[in-house]
């Protein structure tokens, strides 16, 4: 079955600063990708999604992925952090016949002014 | 365009109760999808039910159980409550099942089992 793995559980990054989440994949088939984000007592809000087009995705609010298959990362990166960055990022996989979406364990970022 | 909206937001029951939480999805979409968010981690798939009929569930017991309705509506349904049940519960509605297709989520029904 597919999975996710984040490494680090917390990133703190100041304002301004480049801001790398990292997310790795395990599929036997190709997969399909997503990052969500998470605010304090809201639902997730997706951030991008690759579904086996470009191999770089962009998203909303200036983040972007690169899918990069000999690696099995899919990481998220954003050239410069703003405080309303501030929330709760999960990188998650499903493949195409699978309804069974896998979330990773969430990574929290913290930007300090 | 209404988003995915769930209520109640906050339910508090007591251990060996039963419960319904309810989701109305986007419109346009037929396909309903429940996580489990527990405290501190990221959520975890129940089910799924497309066009009223499951269609793929995770590793949850029987205990955990849908609806879905003509409206694309969705219920899920939890009985003999146990205190590990307490959680952020989630429901996310896309256009299809496939795969490809991004969810979009409510904003959660949080429960706590006392």
């Known amino acids: 079955a597919q999975s996710v793995t984040q490494l680090g559980s917390h990133v703190s990054v100041s304002e301004g600063a480049l801001v790398l989440l990292r997310c790795n994949y395990s599929?036997?088939?190709?997969?399909?990708l997503f990052w969500y984000v998470q605010y304090p007592n809201q639902g997730l809000q997706l951030l991008l999604k690759?579904?086996?087009?470009?191999?770089l995705v962009k998203g909303i609010n200036g983040f972007e992925a690169e899918f990069k298959k000999s690696e099995t990362s899919f990481h998220l990166t954003k050239p410069s952090a703003h405080m309303s960055d501030a929330a709760e990022y999960f990188c998650a996989v499903r493949v195409y016949n699978n309804n069974d979406m896998r979330f990773g364990a969430g990574t929290r970022l913290t930007v300090k002014p | 365009e209404t988003g995915v909206t769930q209520s109640p937001t906050h339910l508090i029951k007591t251990r060996g109760q039963q419960v319904t939480l309810r989701c109305s999805s986007q419109s346009g979409h037929n396909t309903v999808s429940w996580y489990q968010q527990a405290l501190g981690q990221g959520p975890q798939f129940i089910f799924q039910y497309y066009r009223e009929e499951e269609n793929g569930r995770g590793n949850f017991p029987p205990r955990f159980s849908g609806l879905q309705f003509p409206n694309y509506s969705s219920e899920l349904n939890v009985n003999a409550l146990e205190l590990d049940d307490s959680a952020l519960y989630l429901c996310?509605?896309?256009?299809?099942?496939?795969?490809?297709?991004?969810?979009?989520f409510g904003p959660g029904t949080r429960l706590t089992v006392t």
């Open positions: 599929s036997s088939v190709p997969p399909y």
């Open positions: 690759y579904t086996s087009a470009a191999t």
């Open positions: 996310a509605s896309s256009p299809g099942s496939g795969g490809h297709y991004e969810q979009y």
